[in-house]
Each structure stands twice: as structure tokens, then as C-alpha cells.
């Protein structure tokens, strides 16, 4: 376990999770916004009230693919409903505590970052 008590998988997770915020183009809004309801990738690309969530804008492939990368990361999960899993996500106590590194606006990558983050989703056994 380290200082705080928290153990390295956790810790590893963690950072991970900061990356992938820092190199997605969501705001903090969005996430916000999942704290209290579940959206999908179509409310990302289509609704008039996203412009504040995404910098720059994302359309809804690109928006899927986004979620599907935080899913796996652990930041995000599919809601379910009487059906089963839906589109929409929302997020997990994990990424809770990767959001609470920011109590304002997400810092954005610089390139250096990016390239890592890219890598890690991208190529991840190298």
C-alpha cells in the first residue's frame, strides 16, 4: 500500500485515468453532468447544450470511441436498464476520484503527453 493507503493498482489507474481526461477533448462539465444522469455519445454530437462539454466538438463515432477508451480505463460505466446495458454511461467512483485532481477546468496535455496517452490507448504493449 502506499502513504495514503491507497495500493498501487489504484495508484496506476489513477494516473491513467488523469492522462486520458487531460487528452480527450471533454470538459469538465461533461463530467459533471455525469454525476447526476446518464448521456450518450449521441447527446455529445447532437444537442445544442453540448458545446459546453467538448473542445473542440466531437461527432458521434468519434465521441463513441472516446467513452468506449474511458470504459475500459474504468473512468466510465454503460448504464443499465430493464433491457440491459444502454448507450449511455455515466461515471464511476474511480473517476470520481481522478476528477477530484481538478476542482476547476481540466488541464489540457501538452504534446509530450498526448503522445503517451495516444500510445497507451493505441499501442499499449509497447
Same mark, same amino acid.
Given at each position: 500500500?502506499?502513504?495514503?493507503?491507497?495500493?498501487?493498482?489504484t495508484?496506476?489507474?489513477?494516473?491513467?485515468? @488523469?492522462?486520458?481526461?487531460?487528452?480527450?477533448?471533454f470538459?469538465?462539465?461533461?463530467? @459533471?453532468?455525469?454525476?447526476?444522469r446518464?448521456?450518450?455519445?449521441?447527446?455529445?454530437?447532437?444537442?445544442?447544450?453540448?458545446?459546453?462539454?467538448?473542445?473542440?466538438?466531437?461527432?458521434?463515432?468519434?465521441?463513441?470511441?472516446?467513452?468506449?477508451? !474511458?470504459?475500459?480505463?474504468?473512468?466510465?460505466?454503460r448504464?443499465?436498464?430493464?433491457?440491459? !446495458?444502454?448507450?449511455?454511461?455515466?461515471?464511476?467512483?474511480?473517476?470520481?476520484?481522478? !476528477?477530484?485532481?481538478?476542482?476547476?477546468?481540466?488541464?489540457?496535455a501538452?504534446?509530450?503527453?498526448?503522445?503517451?496517452?495516444?500510445?497507451? @490507448?493505441?499501442?499499449?504493449?509497447?
Amino acid at each position: 500500500m502506499g502513504e495514503d493507503g491507497i495500493g498501487s493498482t489504484t495508484q496506476r489507474a489513477l494516473r491513467r485515468g @488523469r492522462l486520458a481526461l487531460r487528452c480527450l477533448p471533454f470538459r469538465q462539465a461533461f463530467y @459533471r453532468q455525469l454525476e447526476s444522469r446518464a448521456l450518450g455519445s449521441n447527446d455529445l454530437a447532437s444537442s445544442p447544450t453540448a458545446a459546453p462539454w467538448c473542445l473542440p466538438p466531437v461527432g458521434v463515432y468519434e465521441a463513441e470511441g472516446h467513452l468506449i477508451w !474511458l470504459i475500459q480505463l474504468g473512468v466510465l460505466r454503460r448504464e443499465v436498464d430493464g433491457q440491459g !446495458l444502454t448507450e449511455r454511461v455515466r461515471l464511476t467512483p474511480l473517476g470520481r476520484q481522478v !476528477l477530484q485532481a481538478w476542482p476547476g477546468e481540466i488541464p489540457r496535455a501538452n504534446p509530450g503527453q498526448r503522445l503517451w496517452g495516444w500510445l497507451q @490507448r493505441h499501442r499499449p504493449r509497447l
